[in-house]
């Protein structure tokens, strides 16, 4: 089965930029979405199809692939982004979703 | 206003079975796939099943086919989850989801509408 791997944590102090990579075979043929969740809440989509960003998420946040990584950016990074974010493909060969294992951004 | 709002969780004992349901309103329902994904206590999201806007294809994880049995009724909005055969495992924040699809071809998906989730605990 297909599978996704982000890094367990990545810290970044206030105003800089953060990277959450998700790792996969073959990932740049597939469709990335990630995905935002604070403590105690739902999840929400943050960017979709790679590179996308819903209504309501700020320019900073973005998307991007590269090789077999996709790379989700978030720029002037505040306390309010401290969250865990999860990438998502749809595994067409298996009709299947795939979630990434989770990053927790910390703000230092 | 979109909403999915999902209920039935609670405490069940191991081989127990429980029933969630989802009641979806502020959209067409019948327009959209809509999926299970659950949430075990400190761990990351673990996709169980989906079910097209027809309810038929419907697709599992590994760990769902054979126990869980996902259904909806396009009539009263609403989407269920019968779960059989519980195991400790299964407790977790299961949520409701709404798909989307991310190309004009729709052969990409994601999630872009949840619920607030119920919980379960499965234990003795």
């Known amino acids: 089965s297909y599978v996704l791997t982000q890094p367990p944590s990545v810290s970044v102090a206030p105003g800089q930029t953060a990277r959450i990579t998700c790792g996969g075979n073959?990932?740049?043929?597939?469709?990335v979405h990630w995905y935002q969740q604070k403590p105690g809440q739902a999840p929400v989509v943050v960017v979709y199809?790679?590179?996308d960003r819903p209504s309501g998420i700020p320019e900073r946040v973005s998307g991007s692939k590269s090789g077999n990584t996709a790379t989700l950016t978030i720029g002037r990074v505040g306390a309010g982004d401290e969250a865990d974010y999860y990438c998502?493909?749809?595994?067409?060969?298996?009709?299947?979703?795939?979630f990434g294992g989770g990053t927790k951004l910390t703000v230092l | 206003q979109e909403q999915l709002v999902e209920s039935g969780g609670g405490l069940v004992k191991p081989g127990g079975s429980l029933r969630l349901s989802c009641v979806a309103s502020?959209?067409?329902?019948?327009?959209?796939?809509m999926s299970w994904i659950r949430q075990a206590p400190g761990k990351g999201l673990d996709w169980i099943s989906y079910?097209?806007?027809?309810?038929?294809?419907?697709y599992y994880s590994d760990s769902a086919r054979g126990r869980f049995t996902i259904s909806r009724d396009n009539a009263r909005s609403s989407l269920y989850l019968q779960m059989n055969s519980l195991r400790a495992e299964d407790t977790a924040i299961y949520y409701c989801?709404?798909?989307?699809?991310?190309?004009?071809?729709?052969?990409?998906?994601?999630?872009?509408?949840w619920g607030q989730g119920t919980p379960v605990t499965v234990s003795s």
């Open positions: 989801a709404r798909l989307r699809c991310s190309s004009a071809s729709c052969f990409w998906r994601y999630f872009d509408s």
């Open positions: 998502q493909v749809w595994d067409t060969s298996d009709h299947l979703v795939v």
């Open positions: 079910i097209s806007n027809s309810g038929s294809p419907i």
């Open positions: 199809a790679d590179s």
């Open positions: 502020g959209f067409t329902f019948r327009d959209h796939y």
């Open positions: 073959n990932i740049g043929s597939n469709s």
